[in-house]
């Protein structure tokens, strides 16, 4: 496995596989890598020539600095993992890199920055618009694999892609929880034992929601949430929103055989964790 840091690097390694008309895949990630991230390796080993991953930490997609200083690094096991899985290259840039100009870039991302996590975390989703741009313009991929834990991200580099024209197929892969269903994240990593019994509270009572959708209708249930989850140790919800399955947007009714989606985020002591379930009603 090829681990790189320039672009210019980059793209003499993979101007061999262009030229061969070799498919490209690519994980972008964060690094502090877990089964979660692995699966999307597994899954673009299985369907591209070339896996391509890499490891960035954005800092423009951080609203809050101390989330920025506090996000776990372990560089050394993450290319392990990666090696064992299969990829081929791993990009790992530096800001100067990644943003060799000072450029004050925006995109017209619509309404779907402005709802949850574009809502409470400003900003937010240009940051994730502007690096995967960025990360798409240097790797060129055939296919690039993203998580439905983060699903509303995907509706965000969905948005950037029409408006870029990179020519990349976004592949969703399905969330990978923990054996107590807790969604794998690498925020994980910074809950303590006792906040880590908490965390599995919020699938718990997210899997229970549409009944309660059914029996108390969507207001209903957002009290039900709020009330289960903050009554857990460490837990509080920050929010909770049902909403359409395809546009994201609020559902306002609930009527019987619609396609529905609930994405909440709650802290577990200062971690902020998020998840979401689609289902039909
Ligand atoms: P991150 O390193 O958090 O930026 O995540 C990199 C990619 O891994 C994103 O596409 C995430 O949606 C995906 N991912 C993170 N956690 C999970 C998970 N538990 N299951 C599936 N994909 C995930």
Redesign the pocket.
């Known amino acids: 496995m090829k681990v790189i840091e320039k672009v210019i690097e980059l793209d003499g390694f993979l101007a061999s596989f262009r030229a061969g008309k070799k498919v490209i895949g690519f994980?972008?990630?964060?690094?502090?890598l877990?089964r979660?991230?692995l699966?999307?390796v597994g899954k673009c080993r299985e369907e591209c020539d070339v896996v391509c991953a890499s490891i960035f930490v954005n800092p423009l997609q951080f609203n809050d600095k101390s989330d920025f200083a506090h996000y776990p690094r372990t560089l050394e096991s993450d290319l392990e993992m990666l090696e064992n899985a299969g990829c081929d290259l791993v990009f790992v840039p530096d800001v100067n890199e990644m943003y060799p100009v000072q450029e004050n870039k925006s995109y017209a991302l619509g309404e779907i920055e402005n709802v949850m996590e574009g809502k409470y975390r400003p900003g937010h989703y240009q940051g994730v618009a502007r690096v995967v741009d960025r990360l798409f313009a240097v790797v060129r991929p055939a296919r690039a694999?993203?998580?439905?834990?983060?699903y509303q991200?995907i509706m965000v580099i969905k948005k950037m892609i029409e408006i870029t024209g990179h020519d990349t197929e976004v592949e969703i892969?399905?969330?990978?929880?923990e054996h107590d269903g807790l969604?794998?994240?690498?925020r994980n990593m910074r809950l303590s034992e006792a906040e880590r019994r908490s965390a599995p509270a919020i699938y718990m009572a997210l899997s229970a929601l549409p009944d309660i959708i059914r029996s108390n209708g969507i207001e209903g249930a957002y009290d039900w949430f709020a009330n289960y989850i903050n009554n857990v140790p460490f837990l509080s919800t920050e929010y909770i929103q049902v909403t359409a399955s395809d546009t994201l947007m609020p559902a306002g009714s609930a009527e019987k055989g619609q396609l529905l989606a609930i994405f909440v985020s709650v802290f577990c002591g200062k971690v902020r964790l998020i998840d979401n379930i689609f289902f039909v009603l």
């Open positions: 994980v972008p990630t964060m690094g502090a877990h979660g991230h699966s999307l694999y993203f998580g439905a834990k983060d991200q892969c399905p969330t990978v929880r969604a794998m994240s690498s």
